[in-house]
C-alpha cells in the first residue's frame, strides 16, 4: 500500500499539487485520472521519485520516501517496476534481451537463472516464440507486452505505468488493460495507472483518484464514477468516454463518424 499525506509540489510560484491525500491499495488496480496540466504527471513523477515534492509524506508500506537515506532508496527501487508510455525498449536488443536487461543489472543470478526468469516473464504476457525477435519486428501492442513482462522481472511489489494504453488501437488496450488486471491480483502488486482512457477506468478501475488543477477531488471505483455529483469529473468523464466511443466506431467501421455515409 502506497499513502500519500498532505503532498505539495510548486514550481516557479505556481503551486502544481496542493495537500493530496491518497491511498494505492495493494493487490487493486489503482488509476489516477485528469485532463492534460491537472497534475497527474507531476504526481506519478513524485511518487516515483523523479520529482521531490515541496512538503508532505510519500509511505510506502509505512516507509516513508522522502525520510530515506541513498541507501534505503535504492532499495525501495528495487521494489518497483515501471512502464513507460513510449515502452522505451532498447532497439539493439531482443526482447529476451530487454527483459533479461534488469535482471542482469540488479541481480546476482547466474545467466541460466535470468535466462530462466525472463522467460517466465514473457510466457506470462503470451509472447513465448518471440524472445529472438528485436523490437522494429514487433506490433505496438508485442512491444507494450515485452515492457510488462521486463517491469515484473524483478517480482516488483509496486508497479507504475504511464499511459499505457497510448498508441494502441481499442482492442489491443484492452488486452493490456485486462493484462495489467490479471498481474496485479495473481502476483499482488500494488499497481498505479496514469491515464487518460475512459476504457481502462470503466473496464479495471478498481480505485481512482481524479485530480482536478492540482487537487484531489474525488475517489471511487468504476461502479460510482457515473454517479458522482462532481460537475469536473462529470465533463472529464463524458467528453473523454464519447471520444473513446468515436475512435473505436472509426476503428472497427473505417469510417470517420457515426453519420459518416
Known sequence: MIELRNLTKSFDGRTVLHNIDATFYTGK??????????????????????????????????????AMNREQTAQLHQEIGMLFQG?????????????????????????????????FCLERVNLLGAENKYPSE??????????IARAIALNPKYLFCDEPNSGLDPKTSIII?????????????????????????????????????????WVGDMSKIYNT???ALNDFVFATHLFQEVRRYVAETGRPNPKAK
Open 29 to 66: 488496480t489503482n488509476l489516477i485520472i485528469g485532463q492534460s496540466g491537472s497534475g497527474k504527471t507531476v504526481l506519478m513523477k513524485s511518487l516515483v521519485g523523479l520529482i521531490t515534492p515541496d512538503s508532505g509524506e510519500i509511505l510506502f508500506d509505512g516507509r516513508n520516501v522522502l
Open 87 to 119: 515502452s522505451a525498449l532498447f532497439d539493439s536488443e531482443t526482447v529476451l534481451g530487454n527483459v533479461m536487461f534488469p535482471l542482469v543489472m540488479f541481480t546476482n543470478k547466474s545467466k541460466a537463472e535470468i535466462r530462466e526468469r525472463a522467460m
Open 138 to 147: 514487433i506490433s505496438g501492442g508485442m512491444q507494450k507486452r515485452v515492457a
Open 177 to 217: 488493460d485486462e493484462l495489467l488486471s490479471d498481474i496485479t491480483h495473481e502476483y499482488g502488486i500494488t499497481t498505479v495507472i496514469n491515464t487518460h482512457d475512459m476504457n481502462s477506468v470503466l473496464g479495471i478501475g478498481e480505485n481512482i483518484i481524479f485530480i482536478n488543477k492540482g487537487h484531489r477531488e
Open 229 to 231: 455529483a462532481n460537475e
